[in-house]
């Protein structure tokens, strides 16, 4: 099984600065990935040049695919995280991530979520997160707190992969570092730099598993969006 996290930029191609599908369509059937996990994936609405973003790549891929809003930008137009996979879901649900209380950072607020999605591959159930986490502190805090209370409910192999908006020694990730594993762990370039595409200087992106073997990881170095993707395979 080969999963990808991608945070796509509402399908902006990062070079020519055009929105475009068929770029990302294309992006996930060069690495043969069976279930892409995607931030920043923008719903239809008013605003000129965005579609059904979710639908469009999985019409593209021929894949299953669900959306998890977790905003509406200008009050109009959904916003948040998506996945598309190979195989069907057994089940799938949007979770909120609780707003924070605390304001002090100068930093961008806006509610986040968690996708939940169930799948049965060759016979085995296996649960996929998808997160895009906040810019501050305290959000990624909250993410962190309000992903491991799903992770510690659930009893079948999981995948939790996304953006998460800090590097891998940040103290705030130390939850999901004693309850998971890092795909990174298997990549021949350790903490390879995921942001920005164009000069990558942070690791940002990750695919965190348990349950599951993981053969071979990689961020792959080629230009779509302003982050560059991850790559991870898993024996099931």
Do not use: W
């Not at 279930?35 to 999985?58: H, K, M, S």
């Not at 991530?97 to 950072?105: F, G, H, Q």
């Not at 570092?177 to 995921?194: G, I, P, Q, V």
């Amino acid at each position: 099984m080969k999963v990808m996290t991608f945070n796509i930029q509402h399908a902006l191609d990062y070079q020519k600065q055009i929105i475009d599908i068929d770029l990302f369509v294309n992006a996930v059937k060069k690495y043969s990935a069976d279930f892409c996990c995607l931030n920043e994936v923008r719903g239809e609405g008013p605003i000129e040049g965005y579609t059904d973003q979710t639908n469009a790549i999985a019409d593209g891929l021929g894949f299953y695919r669900y959306f998890g809003e977790a905003i509406k930008v200008g009050g109009t137009s959904p916003y948040g995280n998506a996945i598309v996979a190979r195989s069907p879901f057994k089940a799938v649900e949007t979770i909120a991530i609780p707003l924070t209380a605390d304001r002090s950072e100068d930093s961008n607020y806006e509610p986040r979520c968690v996708i939940k999605a169930v799948a049965d591959v060759d016979d085995t159930e296996i649960c996929f997160l998808v997160c895009h986490m906040g810019l501050s502190n305290a959000e990624r805090k909250n993410a962190v707190e309000t992903i491991c209370k799903i992770i510690d409910e659930i009893d079948v192999p999981i995948i939790l992969a996304g953006d998460f908006n800090t590097n891998p020694q940040d103290a705030v990730l130390k939850p999901l570092y004693d309850r998971l594993c890092d795909s990174d762990e298997k990549a021949e370039t350790k903490n390879a730099f995921t942001y920005p595409s164009d000069n990558p200087e942070i690791k940002i992106d990750y695919i965190f598993y348990r349950g599951l073997s993981c053969t071979h990881s990689q961020v792959i170095n080629e230009i779509f969006s302003d982050h560059l993707p991850i790559v991870a395979d898993f024996e099931i």
